[in-house]
T-cell receptor, first 116, second 112 residues
Framework: EAQVTQNPRYLITVTGKKLTVTCSQN?????MSWYRQDPGLGLRQIYY???????DKGDVPEGYKVSRKEKRNFPLILESPSPNQTSLYFC???????????????FGPGTRLTVT | RKEVEQDPGPFNVPEGATVAFNCTYS??????FFWYRQDCRKEPKLLMS???SGNEDGRFTAQLNRASQYISLLIRDSKLSDSATYLC?????????????FGSGTQLTVLP
């Protein structure tokens, strides 16, 4: 079954304690992306990756890091989480967008993070 | 001005009603348009792409108006299962990548 998986699904942590949210896809997609979703603000892109070892900042990258060492995995790292990073996080993947179009993004089930 | 704007609703309609959502976008260079559906606390899923000539998928019809920079979604014969948040999504050129910008969503509740 084609899918995007994320772990953990729920996480409560304290300020400053480093954490990693994993994301994996089995569709051989080149493009992967992380979003956060907050009430009234919609989905905002944190980082994206066009291919292995190619990552770039989205709209709200501050306080986050990513890596893309393998095609299927795109972990999101919070080196020193703060309460304003409490949010619902989604990983997504798609075919690589080109200069003429973007493609359907497939989303993981989401990770609900609370930082106290 | 937001890149993608939607009326947040909520839209409360009776079963069987026809309901329409509009969405405006600010980047005239956008070329890919989508409607996604998001159920409460779940991940967004593609409902339909929006093509220049308009397109229909069962009870759902999507239209694009490039001159006025808006897209619309029409749902006919609403079902209880249509209750969800509908996200308007537009691509934008950013460096070498075409990224997607999501609207904040329009909440629909279909009432029995």
């Amino acid at each position: 079954e084609a899918q995007v998986t994320q772990n953990p699904r729920y996480l409560i942590t304290v300020t400053g304690k480093k954490l990693t949210v994993t994301c994996s896809q089995n569709m051989n997609h080149e493009y992967m992306s992380w979003y956060r979703q907050d009430p009234g603000l919609g989905l905002r892109q944190i980082y994206y990756s066009m291919n292995v070892e190619v990552t770039d900042k989205g709209d709200v990258p501050e306080g986050y890091k990513v890596s893309r060492k393998e095609k299927r995995n795109f972990p999101l790292i919070l080196e020193s989480p703060s309460p304003n990073q409490t949010s619902l996080y989604f990983c997504a993947s798609s075919k690589r967008p080109d200069r003429t179009r973007a493609y359907e993004q497939y989303f993981g089930p989401g990770t609900r993070l609370t930082v106290t | 001005r937001k890149e993608v704007e939607q009326d947040p609703g909520p839209f409360n309609v009776p079963e069987g009603a026809t309901v329409a959502f509009n969405c405006t976008y600010s980047n005239s260079a956008s070329q890919s348009f989508f409607w996604y559906r998001q159920d409460c606390r779940k991940e967004p899923k593609l409902l339909m792409s929006v093509y220049s000539s308009g397109n229909e998928d069962g009870r759902f019809t999507a239209q694009l108006n490039r001159a006025s920079q808006y897209i619309s979604l029409l749902i006919r014969d609403s079902k209880l299962s249509d209750s969800a948040t509908y996200l308007c999504v537009v691509n934008r050129l950013s460096g070498s990548a075409r990224q997607l910008t999501f609207g904040s969503g329009t909440q629909l509740t279909v009432l029995p």
